[in-house]
């Protein structure tokens, strides 16, 4: 099995920075497509932000030239960089991650998610 987790998030007040860390662990052979979503309550889960395995990144509208999104490969880790944040970025973060696992499968999977608490 994998297991995504996440930490770094918190309660930080608006023009404020953050920084997510996501961990995959487990039966991992190499870990494709790793991003960011988020959900704020009565809303759905949406994009904030994913990286390929070579680096490339794209972005959720709201959150360009605020948030950069890295990785580092050989650790499976993927981290996301929020400065400016502002009240409406409060919701929870999940870590997405699509896994080739160790009997050649290729899965999706979620963190349990970290909530990021944007407020005065």
């Known amino acids: 099995q994998v297991q995504l987790v996440e930490s770094g998030g918190g309660l930080v007040q608006p023009g404020g920075s953050l920084r997510l860390s996501c961990a995959a662990s487990?039966?991992?052979?190499?870990?494709?497509?790793m991003g960011w979503y988020y959900q704020a309550p009565g809303t759905e889960r949406e994009l904030v932000a994913r990286i390929t395995r070579g680096g490339t990144t794209n972005y959720a509208d709201p959150v360009k030239g605020r948030f950069t999104n890295s990785r580092d490969n050989a650790k499976n880790t993927v981290f996301l960089q929020m400065n400016s944040l502002k009240p409406e970025d409060t919701a929870v973060y999940y870590c997405?991650?699509?896994?080739?696992?160790?009997?050649?499968?290729?899965?999706?999977?979620w963190g349990k998610g970290t909530l990021v608490n944007v407020s005065s």
């Open positions: 487990g039966s991992i052979l190499g870990i494709n497509t």
């Open positions: 997405n991650a699509d896994v080739l696992t160790t009997n050649h499968y290729l899965k999706n999977f």
